[in-house]
């Protein structure tokens, strides 16, 4: 019996490691994301929105429930999915972007069942080269979840950081580099309460906002660049354009 008693235990040490590697492993795939009241990125002088300059389409939708009112900045509306699992958001530029981050507004008080639970993000050039770049978890989410989308490092890639100082910032820098993009695929994996359709409420894209976007905004009567520089207050950046 003690024999018996031995092989008990060390079975049951040998499940709780093997529980622990999986929950370990489960970990590692995918990050768990608290929601914001707020959008930090709205305000973010270094990003800029850039939804708009993309084609949007969904796997399913309930009529009068689709990409209209993912974008229409209401948080009062939003896309229901109609169909099979997962639920999927397209959104294909005509050249590749420079994306930094993902954002979705999400109301488990409002939508219960319909909310996600478990988001994919994938990236490629059309729908036959998607790879995923990132998993996300979201645990009852009332309000923005962003989702910072990085570039990974090519060991490769040895351009000069001006200003980085010392071997750390320099490689900080290449890791906040954005990820750039044809074509970018939300996946919605599972809804609490394992729900079959899912509601979201708003989804908003942010890419980089460098030095030179104020040089290529163009006079509408000429078409030549402004050549304006680049303000740092909120004052003054309304003289950044002429009307």
Same mark, same amino acid.
């Given at each position: 019996?003690?024999?018996?008693?031995?092989?008990?235990?060390?079975?049951?040490?040998?499940?709780?490691?093997?529980?622990?590697?999986?929950?370990?492993?489960?970990?590692?795939?995918?990050?768990? $994301? =608290?929601?914001?009241?707020?959008?930090?990125? @709205?305000?973010?002088?270094? #990003?800029? &929105?850039?939804?708009?300059?993309?084609? *949007?389409?969904?796997?399913?939708?309930?009529?009068?429930?689709?990409?209209?009112?993912?974008?229409?900045?209401?948080?009062?509306?939003?896309?229901?999915?109609?169909?099979?699992?997962?639920?999927?958001?397209?959104?294909?530029?005509?050249?590749?972007?420079?994306?930094?981050?993902?954002?979705?507004?999400?109301?488990?008080?409002?939508?219960?069942?319909?909310?996600?639970?478990?988001?994919? $993000? =994938?990236?490629?050039?059309?729908?036959?080269? @998607?790879?995923?770049?990132? #998993?996300? &978890?979201?645990?009852?989410?009332?309000? *923005?979840?962003?989702?910072?989308?990085?570039?990974?490092?090519?060991?490769?890639?040895?351009?000069?950081?001006?200003?980085?100082?010392?071997?750390?910032?320099?490689?900080?820098?290449?890791?906040?580099?954005?990820?750039?993009?044809?074509?970018?695929?939300?996946?919605?994996?599972?809804?609490?309460?394992?729900?079959?359709?899912?509601?979201?409420?708003?989804?908003?894209?942010?890419?980089?906002?460098?030095?030179?976007?104020?040089?290529?905004?163009?006079?509408?009567?000429?078409?030549?660049?402004?050549?304006?520089?680049?303000?740092?207050?909120?004052?003054?950046?309304?003289?950044?354009?002429?009307?």
């Amino acid at each position: 019996t003690g024999d018996e008693e031995g092989g008990d235990g060390e079975s049951q040490e040998e499940d709780g490691n093997n529980a622990a590697q999986e929950n370990a492993d489960a970990s590692s795939e995918s990050t768990i $994301i =608290k929601a914001t009241p707020k959008l930090p990125a @709205l305000t973010n002088p270094d #990003v800029r &929105e850039i939804g708009h300059e993309a084609v *949007w389409s969904l796997s399913s939708c309930k009529p009068g429930n689709g990409v209209t009112q993912l974008m229409d900045c209401s948080t009062e509306t939003y896309w229901q999915s109609d169909g099979a699992q997962p639920h999927l958001i397209n959104i294909h530029f005509s050249r590749r972007k420079a994306v930094c981050e993902v954002s979705f507004y999400l109301d488990y008080s409002l939508d219960e069942s319909y909310t996600p639970k478990r988001i994919g $993000i =994938k990236s490629g050039v059309t729908f036959h080269d @998607l790879e995923e770049v990132k #998993v996300v &978890e979201m645990h009852e989410p009332s309000g *923005w979840i962003s989702v910072p989308l990085h570039a990974e490092i090519d060991p490769l890639d040895n351009e000069p950081d001006e200003g980085a100082d010392d071997d750390e910032e320099k490689e900080s820098r290449r890791k906040r580099k954005p990820l750039r993009s044809h074509f970018i695929q939300i996946c919605v994996l599972s809804m609490a309460q394992n729900g079959r359709d899912t509601h979201v409420r708003q989804v908003k894209l942010f890419g980089p906002r460098t030095a030179g976007d104020a040089g290529r905004i163009k006079a509408p009567a000429t078409g030549f660049a402004l050549g304006l520089p680049r303000f740092q207050t909120v004052g003054m950046s309304q003289f950044s354009t002429i009307r």
